[in-house]
């Protein structure tokens, strides 16, 4: 089964409006981390939010904030007033656990397909 | 500098060639990754290294060979590809913790790779 799943391969928004980008993961691991990362065009990834298992709130950076429903194993990254420069890839990714458990995969980053968005003038 | 930088940021190769990729951290941290991101498909861990001991290795063909020197370096040392390895090859790196909680990582900027 796949640990991370976006459904929507591109999204389109026109500017100033919020967009929401889905993400559901599967684990079993009670400890981990949930994190967004965008990717323009030039490569790199950028990383945007994190939401830990135990956080109780919603985390917010600026202009995005992760609606984290932990029982629906939901993660969904919104964007409020959209910036043409936000046209980019999405990525959503999910690390369990910590990497200092040696020989184990526990502390990999699964990283979903990625959802490409639009944002329209 | 700053962050995670990666060099060089394209480079195009013969299938006999040996080449290397670099990436250098700047942000103090005890642990650094090589992805492979390729076309239509989700990136993939190539090596981790924390506190330069290479913990995982997962199921990389030989002819990538990492190196990591110090905490700060990784090196992907390349010989023999095959066009299919053609991809973006992205480094990270991360402060590793004990306890709970899951560690930030953080990305360079990335090497384009195509081998002819």
Same mark, same amino acid.
């Given at each position: 089964a796949?640990?991370?799943?976006?459904t929507?391969?591109?999204?389109f928004?026109?500017?100033?409006?919020?967009?929401?980008?889905?993400?559901?993961y599967?684990?079993?691991?009670?400890?981990?981390?949930?994190?967004?990362?965008?990717?323009?065009s030039?490569?790199?990834?950028i990383?945007?939010?994190?939401?830990?298992?135990?956080?109780?709130?919603?985390?917010?950076?600026?202009?995005?904030?992760?609606?984290?429903?932990?029982?629906?194993?939901?993660?969904?990254?919104?964007?409020?007033?959209?910036?043409?420069?936000?046209?980019?890839?999405?990525?959503?990714?999910?690390?369990?656990?910590?990497?200092?458990?040696?020989?184990?995969?526990?502390?990999?980053?699964?990283f979903?397909?990625?959802?490409?968005?639009?944002?329209?003038? | 500098?700053?962050?995670?930088?990666?060099?060089?940021?394209?480079?195009?190769?013969?299938?006999?060639?040996?080449?290397?990729?670099?990436?250098?951290?700047?942000?103090?941290?005890?642990?650094?990754?090589?992805?492979?991101?390729?076309?239509?498909?989700?990136?993939? #861990?190539m090596?981790?290294? @924390?506190l330069? $001991? !290479?913990?995982?290795?997962?199921?990389?063909p030989?002819? =990538?060979? %990492?190196?990591?020197?110090?905490?700060?370096?990784?090196?992907?040392?390349?010989?023999?590809?095959?066009?299919?390895?053609?991809a #973006?090859?992205?480094?990270? @790196?991360s402060? $590793? !913790?004990?306890?709970?909680?899951?560690?930030t990582?953080? =990305?360079? %900027?990335?090497?384009?790779?195509?081998?002819?």
């Amino acid at each position: 089964a796949q640990k991370i799943t976006q459904t929507q391969p591109g999204m389109f928004v026109q500017e100033k409006e919020a967009v929401t980008l889905d993400c559901t993961y599967d684990t079993s691991d009670p400890s981990y981390g949930l994190f967004w990362y965008k990717q323009p065009s030039s490569g790199e990834m950028i990383f945007l939010i994190y939401q830990g298992s135990y956080d109780q709130q919603n985390a917010t950076e600026g202009r995005y904030s992760l609606n984290f429903q932990k029982a629906r194993k939901s993660a969904n990254l919104v964007i409020s007033a959209s910036q043409l420069g936000d046209s980019a890839m999405y990525f959503c990714a999910m690390r369990e656990g910590t990497l200092l458990n040696r020989g184990s995969t526990l502390g990999r980053l699964y990283f979903g397909r990625g959802t490409q968005l639009t944002v329209w003038p | 500098e700053t962050g995670v930088t990666q060099t060089p940021r394209h480079l195009v190769m013969g299938m006999t060639n040996k080449k290397s990729l670099k990436c250098e951290q700047h942000l103090g941290h005890n642990a650094m990754y090589w992805y492979k991101q390729s076309a239509k498909k989700p990136l993939e #861990l190539m090596f981790v290294y @924390s506190l330069e $001991e !290479r913990v995982e290795n997962n199921s990389v063909p030989s002819r =990538f060979s %990492p190196e990591c020197p110090n905490s700060s370096h990784l090196f992907l040392h390349l010989h023999t590809l095959q066009p299919e390895d053609s991809a #973006l090859y992205l480094c990270a @790196s991360s402060q $590793e !913790r004990g306890g709970q909680g899951a560690s930030t990582q953080y =990305f360079g %900027p990335g090497t384009r790779l195509l081998v002819l």
